[in-house]
């Protein structure tokens, strides 16, 4: 009889965002509380600004279209399309990391507003081995290796975690913490090659390629809005003060809830696939599933606002405790966060509805974050950041009762996502800074 795995892919999945988004808000932590200094940080905390710059506006459309193109493959062609992903995936994380080393006098300064900082080269080996490594991780899923997941998020970000705060501890400085980032990204590579014994087959598909691409550019068009209007705060704010102190500040106190966007993220994959094969069923379990979504990340958030002063303080040192107040306005983000119109409509195959709201989501955000901030500084960036988050869920929410014909109450339970709203923006009026 063959046995049933311990741990399901769904639930794998689930640890493993919440390993990723841990790993750094575990890593800011430390590093903030070790010895290098508020400068060192701040340059640290650009790097990893260019590095998202870097693949996001490629690296996670490709990654969606790989279980689709998958399935639709006969079993004996499956092999060599992994293949084919895993040698794109390195060729174009080389080309761009090639690009930034050969920019790099110009292109820091320009994302940031900040110099070049030493150890960049170290810097771009790690990102380099971190893309070329990112479909490790669907390849797993499509064989259903639930444990080696979990395996390759320990490594991944437990290793990170490791690899920014020993060396930082121990008097080695932040180039130190990048030399060891350069280390485990060869780690990461070596557990790659091994993983993939026996699961590609080495072969030149030029074919493969193409319909990979084509079935993947209208989710990366629509990733890159996404990810813009994440990138163009942190950009907008080391333009605007040219301060690495500041662009410090703004990048620990601007970060969500990591446990409502890895349960929320992760919910709403495994939905897109079941509404789209039983729309009745898959919305009545949307419905059933947010509650617990509710009952889940709500009252975490409602905590969190209350301690947030007292949680940087204590974490990040009295230096960081100002970014107490830009968090405590991102965790509103949650009432955003737990609406999933956007699964609904990939079920029903309108990704280009999901383009048309991130392009005006987009644009509200550019003209929001520049008035915003010129009127309330830091505080400003994280409401607009609020209003144009907010924006897309009721956009898509009315996209998908006008033109889909699926009401709200068939998706949403209502009534609680209106106590809980209710109870954690009362909250913020109460004791929010």
């Known amino acids: 009889m063959?046995?049933?795995?311990?741990l399901?892919?769904?639930?794998?999945?689930?640890?493993?965002?919440?390993?990723?988004?841990?790993?750094?808000?575990?890593?800011?932590?430390?590093?903030?509380?070790?010895?290098?200094?508020?400068e060192a940080v701040g340059q640290f905390e650009a790097m990893l600004f260019a590095g998202a710059v870097a693949a996001f506006f490629w690296a996670?459309?490709?990654?969606?279209?790989?279980?689709?193109?998958?399935?639709?493959l006969a079993a004996e062609e499956r092999p060599?399309?992994?293949?084919?992903?895993?040698?794109?995936?390195?060729?174009?994380?080389?080309?761009?990391?090639?690009?930034?080393?050969?920019?790099?006098?110009?292109?820091?300064?320009?994302?940031?507003?900040?110099?070049?900082?030493?150890?960049?080269?170290?810097?771009?080996?790690?990102?380099?081995?971190?893309?070329?490594?990112l479909p490790l991780e669907h390849a797993y899923v499509l064989r259903g290796r639930s444990v080696a997941l979990v395996g390759w998020g320990v490594l991944s970000f437990g290793?990170?975690?490791?690899?920014?705060?020993?060396?930082?501890?121990?008097?080695w400085g932040l180039l130190g913490s990048l030399k060891a980032l350069a280390v485990l990204g060869l780690l990461r590579l070596l557990w790659c090659v091994a993983a993939l014994r026996g699961v590609v087959r080495p072969s030149w598909r030029p074919l493969f390629w193409r319909r990979y691409v084509r079935f993947s550019t209208p989710l990366v068009l629509n990733l890159m809005v996404g990810q813009a209007i994440v990138l163009f705060d942190s950009w907008l704010v080391g333009w605007y003060y040219g301060d690495e102190a500041v662009f410090a500040l703004y990048r620990y106190g601007s970060r969500e809830l990591p446990l409502a966007l890895a349960l929320a993220s992760g919910l709403s994959t495994a939905l897109t696939a079941r509404i789209a094969s039983e729309p009745a069923a898959g919305l009545a379990e949307m419905r059933r599933e947010g509650v617990r979504l509710f009952h889940r990340v709500f009252p975490v958030s409602m905590a969190l606002l209350v301690v947030s002063p007292w949680l940087f303080r204590t974490l990040f040192g009295p230096a960081f405790e100002p970014a107490a107040a830009l968090f405590s306005i991102y965790l509103l983000l949650t009432i955003s966060r737990v609406l999933l119109p956007n699964a609904i409509v990939l079920a029903y195959g309108h990704a280009h509805a999901l383009l048309r709201v991130g392009l005006s989501e987009l644009l509200l955000k550019v003209v929001?974050?520049?008035?915003?901030?010129?009127?309330?500084?830091?505080?400003?960036?994280a409401w607009s950041a609020v209003l144009s988050f907010f924006w897309e869920k009721m956009a898509l929410t009315w996209y998908v009762r006008q033109r889909l014909g699926v009401v709200v109450g068939q998706w949403l339970d209502v009534r609680w996502f209106a106590v809980y709203s209710a109870a954690l923006g009362l909250l913020w009026a109460l004791v929010g800074r």
């Open 159 to 171: 290793g990170y975690v490791a690899a920014v705060a020993l060396p930082a501890f121990a008097g």
């Open 8 to 38: 399901s892919v769904a639930a794998a999945l689930q640890v493993f965002q919440v390993l990723r988004l841990g790993a750094v808000v575990l890593g800011g932590v430390l590093l903030a509380r070790s010895p290098v200094g508020m």
């Open 80 to 133: 060599v399309f992994l293949f084919q992903v895993f040698a794109l995936f390195g060729l174009l994380s080389a080309l761009v990391c090639g690009a930034f080393w050969a920019a790099r006098a110009a292109l820091l300064p320009a994302l940031t507003g900040l110099p070049l900082a030493a150890g960049w080269g170290w810097f771009l080996l790690h990102l380099w081995a971190q893309l070329a490594t």
């Open 60 to 72: 996670n459309g490709l990654l969606q279209g790989v279980i689709p193109q998958y399935h639709s």
């Open 368 to 381: 929001t974050g520049f008035l915003f901030i010129h009127l309330w500084g830091l505080p400003g960036v």
């Open 2 to 6: 063959r046995r049933s795995p311990p």
